[in-house]
Nanobody, 117 residues
Framework: QVQFVESGGGLVQPGGSLRLSCAAS????????MGWYRQAPGKQRELVAS???????NYRDSVKERFTISRDDAKKMVYLQMNSLKPEDTAVYYC???????????WGQGTQVTVSS
């Protein structure tokens, strides 16, 4: 069983920053290519950032230049640094392995990010 546990969300004012963390545990020797997703109320879940095993990154246009994804393989952790946050970034954020065939079984509880004044 593989588990991803997200943390670090909260309430922040527009323009503020948050750093999300994702801890991998269970039957996993090394973390695969990973991604951060988000789901806003009434909207579909979307992939906002991804990072391959060799560290190549990709971002959704709406978060480019504001979000940075990173990984620490030794700690089996993945991070999402979010700067210049906007109200439209409000969502529940999840981490998962977008290229893994069993990813649908890995979804965690997510962490709520609320951007509001």
């Amino acid at each position: 069983q593989v588990q991803f546990v997200e943390s670090g969300g909260g309430l922040v004012q527009p323009g503020g920053s948050l750093r999300l963390s994702c801890a991998a545990s269970g039957r996993i020797l090394s973390i695969p290519g990973m991604g951060w997703y988000r789901q806003a109320p009434g909207k579909q879940r979307e992939l906002v950032a991804s990072i391959t095993k060799d560290g190549s990154t990709n971002y959704r246009d709406s978060v480019k230049e504001r979000f940075t994804i990173s990984r620490d393989d030794a700690k089996k952790m993945v991070y999402l640094q979010m700067n210049s946050l906007k109200p439209e970034d409000t969502a529940v954020y999840y981490c998962n392995a977008p290229w893994d065939g069993d990813r649908e079984t890995y979804w965690g509880q997510g962490t709520q990010v609320t951007v509001s004044s």
